[in-house]
């Protein structure tokens, strides 16, 4: 488990490109900064997709992905930070 405390959580399982970007976009602009969101997803490509997008967005930042497991199935925990 993550050692971020998360102001929110945004559940995009079974979702898939683009719509975790998406959805965790419209999640960050939500928050004020300094507040950190949690995005859990089980598409993997939202591994490198939501890396990606915090790269090139200001204001964002990618504190943390994992990969867990959640009722047999894989699971992608994403931490974001609003700056």
Known sequence: MSEYEPTDTLDVKGLSC?????KTRGAVDDLSDGEVLEVIATDSGSVSDLKGWA????GVSMLDQEEAEEGGEAVFLHYIQKE
């Open 55 to 58: 790269d090139t967005t200001d």
């Open 18 to 22: 683009p719509m975790p970007v998406v």
